[in-house]
């Protein structure tokens, strides 16, 4: 359905329908030209501009776009399937993590959740949401029900995926040791397996530094390259309320208004939750740069679909602003397949 409101974008625009084109957008041209050409050399592909930098775009879904393309062609369906069978992933671990907590229900609406909020659509695009969304998930979930090798082992590849992915190993040590602080026996092979979590990260920073010579050049390139900034946390979200920018507004108060859902449902996660779903949110909702695509990183956080799920299933109200929020969501696609800078 958000397909066809694209693709009736286009056609009111008097343009050519790119069926595929459509979902590669904004970010995805980079991580289209590393699938394709490696690190650095993005100006041969289309809808790039000459001179730029595919540096700070982490590896993993190119690398699974890039492994998908040895079965399927061209690379830019590879990485749509992907892309989508990550979010497939996603939906049926949220549907599971959801049924566990909260009930049949709740689980039902948190998938609902998932599908509809607005900025959602980015999950099917070449962009990390849906990956980021599928590992967190499923690592949380391995960890919760006594898996720490699979959490450990999975949720280590958080960490090439979004530069905030690693702080899920942070979340896992808090919970480890939130259990021991309730006198609960502790196990120690589960914190070691905890601290090797970021060695990807360690592995792809070796890789900048034998390509670059900078091993940081993933994070020198936000800031240097990309002019990216860091505001206070949050100070976006009060900021845009005052814009002149239309778009910007309407993306803080429906940021404000899930923020709040997510507040509400606090104290049914736990500690190591909150804190990477806090991490998160504060990085970037400070960073004055990647403001336009607040609620597409929201999106891909699933405490968010968990507590608008459980709200659901006992108040209607909840209900009702989940299909209201739908319909702005199959708006902003319209926008978004177009290049609109609405959610970059």
Do not use: K
Not at 240 to 253: G, I, K, T
Not at 260 to 286: D, H, K, P, Q, Y
Request: glycine share 10%; aromatic share 12%; proline share 5%.
């Amino acid at each position: 359905m958000l397909a066809c409101i694209g693709g009736f974008a286009y056609g009111v625009d008097g343009q050519p329908i790119p069926w595929l084109g459509l979902w590669i957008q904004w970010d995805a041209h980079y991580y289209l030209s590393i699938l394709a050409h490696g690190y650095n050399e993005p100006t041969v592909i289309t809808g790039l501009e000459t001179g730029q930098s595919n540096l700070n775009f982490f590896p993993l879904l190119p690398v699974g776009g890039w492994l998908v393309a040895h079965v399927v062609t061209p690379p830019v369906l590879a990485g749509l399937l992907f892309a989508n069978a990550c979010l497939v992933a996603a939906a049926v671990g949220l549907h599971r993590v959801a049924t566990r907590r909260f009930g049949a229900e709740a689980a039902d609406w948190s998938v609902v959740s998932l599908m509809v909020l607005p900025g959602s659509f980015a999950l099917s695009g070449f962009m990390t949401e849906s990956l980021f969304l599928a590992i967190s998930i499923w690592s949380f979930h391995f960890f919760a029900t006594g898996r720490p090798r699979a959490a450990a082992g999975l949720g280590s590849l958080l960490s090439i995926t979004r530069l905030t992915g690693v702080v899920l190993a942070a979340g896992f040590a808090l919970d480890w040791l939130m259990r021991r602080a309730r006198r609960r026996p502790a196990n120690y092979a589960v914190l070691f397996l905890i601290c090797l979590m970021p060695l990807p990260l360690v592995g792809f920073m070796a890789y900048m530094d034998w390509l670059t010579g900078d091993g940081l050049a993933f994070l020198h390139s936000q800031f240097g390259f990309w002019q990216h900034r860091l505001d206070y946390p949050l100070a976006n979200f009060f900021l845009f309320l005052s814009s002149d920018q239309p778009r910007l507004v309407a993306q803080s108060v429906i940021g404000l208004v899930l923020l709040s859902c997510l507040l509400a449902s606090a104290r049914r996660f736990t500690a190591g939750e909150i804190l990477f779903v806090g991490v998160n949110i504060a990085s970037f909702a400070s960073s004055g740069s990647a403001s336009p695509s607040l609620l597409r990183y929201m999106a891909s956080l699933y405490p968010l679909h968990l507590a608008l799920g459980q709200l659901g299933a006992r108040r209607p109200a909840i209900r009702v602003l989940i299909v209201t929020l739908a319909l702005v969501d199959g708006a902003m696609m319209s926008y978004w397949a177009r290049g609109n800078d609405f959610l970059i």
